[in-house]
């Protein structure tokens, strides 16, 4: 599995966040512009229609299709249970009659007097759309969905997998580069979002679905172990569309990794808040990064906190990780960024980054190979 990221992960520790809810199909939208909303609250409802079941009835009946009308029992529009005779003919010996039966529950939809054939609707499955973030309503898309906002802190992982949820933040271990054992996690961390360590191994996370967390937040996890919970090797594609609990989001790569100090600080200054996560990544065209969301518990989805910043790029100061080898992984900050071109080990020329990194070392850069951690 490749380690090369496209620039631009977030940490925040205040800002504003708006997430967009749309419906899949047009429906009804629940909540007004101005209502404030909790995660778990319903914000808009629609209905899918059902699946369609074919029976073709004059093949089953031996009839041509223009009769097919005479042999209904059920007519177009009424209900029939999974197995109720739909259709029957009349011979004069009673045992050479033939009954067919609906495949499944629904309703009539049709009866086709040019294919012969049936066609059985199941009712239709409903679609509820939460608001994901506590926040407020600032703005109603019309028989779509809302546009939901909220201030606090916001924090983008590297890696993640599995969809939407919501939870209390909890950190579990001792510090950004703890290891921490199945024996860790206890009954009391059902439904929450877990500060998980430096590595997350495959045992922990089987003890986690155990207890039912919520989500699990990690350094760094093997892709053999990530591979063994999913059952299938992951490649390189959208994710999100997971059904695990709980979901995992990685904040720093592959294999045992220390967790940032801002991201980790950041999430331990919040822990008992309720919080918003998402493991759905995408790491090429359409960057799209896993999140944990903390909004503010006291006016911040009115907006009372700063806008999102305008990313102004690698400058001196700019806190950085490396995304490839050598020292995949290590943070650090930007000490200089000398002009033109320079020559590398591999006798490249190309633009470098002089980077200083948490242990004093320094250490020049390609800068295709540095990550800004926009904070």
């Known amino acids: 599995m490749g380690h090369a990221y496209t620039p631009g992960l977030r940490v925040s520790e205040h800002t504003v966040v708006r997430k967009e809810r749309r419906l899949p199909i047009a429906g009804k939208v629940l909540v007004e512009c101005g209502a404030m909303v909790k ?37 177009v529009g009424e209900a029939v249970a999974a197995a109720e005779p739909i259709a029957e003919n009349r011979p004069w010996i009673k045992r ?12 009539i939809e049709s009866v086709s007097q040019i294919t012969g054939q049936v066609l059985v609707r199941t009712a239709p499955r409903r679609v509820e759309l939460a608001a994901y973030i506590d926040g407020e309503v600032v703005e109603v898309f019309e028989n779509e969905g809302v546009m939901v906002q909220a201030a606090g802190a916001f924090v983008q992982g590297i890696f ?3 969809g939407e949820t919501h939870g209390e933040l909890v950190v579990v271990g001792n510090g950004p580069g703890a290891v921490l054992n199945p024996g860790d996690l206890h009954q009391g961390l059902a439904d929450k979002i877990v500060v998980a360590g430096s ?10 679905a155990e207890i039912g967390i919520a989500a699990l937040i990690c350094g760094g996890i093997h892709d053999r172990d990530l591979r063994e919970l999913l059952g299938y090797d992951l490649g390189v ?13 990685v904040t720093e790569g592959f294999g045992p990794m220390t967790i940032a100090k801002a991201t980790y600080q950041l999430l331990e200054s919040r822990a008992g808040q309720a919080a918003s996560a998402n493991g759905a990544t995408q ?3 359409g960057v799209l990064r896993p999140e944990i969301i903390i909004p503010s518990p006291l006016g911040g989805a009115r907006g009372e906190g700063k806008a999102e910043r305008a990313v102004l790029g690698l400058r001196p100061g700019s806190p950085v990780r490396i995304i490839r080898e050598p020292g995949f992984g290590r943070l650090g900050a930007i000490k200089s960024l000398p002009e033109g071109l320079v020559r590398i080990e591999t006798e490249a020329k190309v633009r470098v980054a002089e980077v200083e990194f948490q242990d004093g070392s320094v250490a ?12």
């Open 160 to 162: 993640g997998v599995g």
């Open 283 to 285: 790491i090429r065209a």
């Open 364 to 375: 020049v850069v390609p800068r295709a190979n540095v990550e800004a951690i926009e904070s």
């Open 237 to 249: 594609a959208i994710t999100g569309h997971e059904k695990i609990k709980p979901i995992l989001i």
């Open 96 to 107: 050479f009659r033939t009954v067919v039966k609906s495949p499944v529950a629904g309703t």
């Open 39 to 75: 995660a778990r609250d319903v914000v808009a409802r629609a209905e899918l229609p059902g699946d369609v079941a074919t029976v073709n009835v004059v093949n089953r009946l031996g009839i041509a299709a223009a009769e097919l009308p005479r042999f209904m029992l059920k007519n």
């Open 199 to 208: 590595l997350l191994t495959s045992a922990i996370y089987k003890r986690a």
